[in-house]
């Protein structure tokens, strides 16, 4: 099965998205079964900003990685997951990610008024080759 193809007129990672659901996924691990996948990233129910700006790229409906990465990150479960180079993994850990971060605000000041910087999030680059991301991730 060929699930890359052409590049199409949106931008898709040159994903054919009318092959790509018969590329196999397993879900495993305690109430596996209640997880949903979404088809499109409008059912991930988004902070407006970041479902704007997935929008803006062109980016309508997830890769296979993506719509089911996405609810079980933003359900609070833990994730592995292991997928072809350019199959979207970055976007399927960073989208739950940047939710968290943007639906909790920013870092609450203590009462001396100034808190000490502090990361809100990390992220690791396994590779050389996965440093340089869009910068909209």
Do not use: H
Request: proline share 11%.
């Amino acid at each position: 099965m060929q699930v890359f193809g052409p590049p199409k007129t949106r931008s898709t990672s040159g994903i054919d998205f009318d092959k790509y659901d018969a590329i196999p996924v397993q879900v495993s691990g305690e109430n596996s079964t209640d997880v949903k996948p979404i088809v499109r990233f409008s059912e991930a129910k988004l902070v407006d900003s970041l479902f704007d700006n997935l929008r803006r790229c062109g980016y309508d409906r997830p890769t296979p990685v993506q719509k089911y990465s996405i609810p079980i990150v933003l359900s609070g479960r833990d994730l592995m997951a292991c997928a072809q180079t350019g199959s979207g993994k970055t976007c399927a850990f960073m989208v739950p990610c940047l939710e968290s971060l943007l639906r909790s605000g920013p870092p609450q000041q203590n009462s001396r008024g100034r808190q000490k910087p502090a990361p809100c999030g990390l992220c690791l680059a396994p590779t050389r080759e996965l440093r340089p991301q869009p910068s909209w991730l």
